[in-house]
C-alpha cells in the first residue's frame, strides 16, 4: 500500500480539529492538498475515515477512529526515528563499525579504538578482521562505514585517505644464512622455500613482485594466518615477506626470527582509510575517521 507521512499527518490533524478548514489554518496547507490526502487514504486502504456533515466540518467513522490511533502511534515511531537518526549525525556516540585487514589489526586497531573511547566514552568501535576482498564486500554492502586497508586494487568508487607507509622486508629465522646481509634481493631469495601468506590480492602482490623481475618464487608453504607464517619461518620451515612491521623478534611460539630489508627498489604499500565516495558518515563515523588520520600508526 502506498500512502505518506505526510498525508497522515494531514488526516490527523484534520481529525483532531474536526475540520479541513481549521486543518488548512494551523498547517498553513491548502483545502484541496488536506482533502486530497485524506481522499488518497480512503481510496488507498478502502475504507471511509470521515462523515461529511455539510457545513458543520467532519466526524470520525468508528474505522476513523481507530485509523487515527494507529496513524498517530506510526508518527510517533516515525519522529522517534528522525530524532535518532539526527543524533548520528550531530552527536558523538553510539557505534562504528570498521574493518581491517586482518595483518594489521592487531597493531593498528586497539591502541586507535582505546585513545577513541578515551575521548568518547559513549562511542562503540567494532572492529572486524577481514582480507582485502572482504574488507571491499563490506564497504560495497554497507554493513562497514570505513576500512583500514592497503592501497591494492582500492575500486575507483572509494575515497582513499592515506595514514602510513609500510615497506615489504623479508623475515627469516634466526641463523639463516642471509640473516647478516644489510638487506637481501628478490633474486637472492626467489630459490629459497617460501612461506607465502596466502590471502586475497596479498598472494598476487608477493607473487607479483618476483614476476616483474623475471623471478619465480620457491612456494613451500602457504597460510592465511600471519602469526602462523611467523611461526613456521622461526621453525626453518622458509623465509616470509610482510609489510606489516614486526614489533618484535619473536614468533608467536617464541622462537626467533629476523627481519631483513629488501635491496630493490620496490613502492611501500600505503596504509590507508577507504569510504564509499559520497557516502555521508554519521558524526561518530566522521570523528573515528579523523582519529584515525591524525594518530600515530604503529611505527615503522
Known amino acids: 500500500m502506498a500512502f505518506t507521512l505526510k498525508q497522515l499527518r494531514y488526516f490527523v490533524a484534520a481529525a483532531e480539529l474536526g475540520s479541513i478548514t481549521k486543518a488548512t489554518k494551523t498547517l498553513y496547507i491548502s483545502q484541496p492538498s488536506i482533502s486530497a ?3 488518497h487514504l480512503e481510496e488507498e486502504f478502502g475504507i ?10 467532519l466526524s470520525l467513522t468508528p474505522t476513523g477512529k481507530r485509523f487515527v490511533g494507529a496513524a498517530n502511534r506510526l508518527l510517533l515511531q516515525a519522529d522517534s526515528l528522525n530524532q535518532y537518526v539526527t543524533s548520528l549525525v550531530t552527536e558523538i556516540g553510539g557505534t562504528v563499525d570498521v574493518g581491517c585487514m586482518v595483518t594489521l589489526a592487531p597493531l593498528v586497531m586497539p591502541s586507535a579504538i582505546a585513545s577513541f573511547k578515551r575521548r568518547y566514552p559513549a562511542a562503540t568501535v567494532n572492529c572486524h578482521e577481514f582480507d582485502h576482498e572482504q574488507l571491499i564486500k ?3 554492502d554497507g554493513s562497514l562505514e570505513m576500512a583500514a586497508m592497503y592501497d591494492l586494487t582500492t575500486p575507483a568508487e572509494f575515497d582513499f585517505v592515506p595514514i602510513a607507509k609500510f615497506p615489504t622486508y623479508a623475515l627469516v629465522p634466526l641463523g639463516h644464512h642471509l640473516e647478516g646481509s644489510g638487506s637481501v634481493s628478490l633474486e637472492q631469495l626467489a630459490p629459497e622455500p617460501l612461506v607465502l601468506l596466502d590471502l586475497p590480492h596479498t598472494a598476487q602482490y608477493f607473487r607479483s613482485l618476483f614476476e616483474l623481475r623475471g623471478l619465480k618464487p620457491n612456494i613451500a608453504m602457504r597460510t592465511h594466518s600471519p602469526h602462523m607464517a611467523r611461526s613456521l619461518v622461526a621453525n626453518g620451515l622458509g623465509y616470509s615477506l610482510l609489510n606489516a612491521p614486526a614489533r618484535n623478534d619473536r614468533a608467536f611460539d617464541g622462537n626467533p626470527i629476523r627481519s631483513v630489508p629488501l635491496a630493490d627498489d620496490i613502492a611501500p604499500l600505503n596504509l590507508g582509510i577507504a569510504t564509499q565516495r559520497g557516502q555521508r558518515l554519521t558524526r561518530t563515523a566522521s570523528e573515528f575517521l579523523e582519529h584515525m588520520t591524525n594518530a600515530p600508526v604503529v611505527a615503522t
Do not use: P
Open 37 to 39: 490526502a485524506i481522499g
Open 48 to 57: 471511509e475515515l470521515f462523515v461529511r456533515h455539510q457545513a458543520k466540518g
Open 138 to 140: 563490506g564497504l560495497h
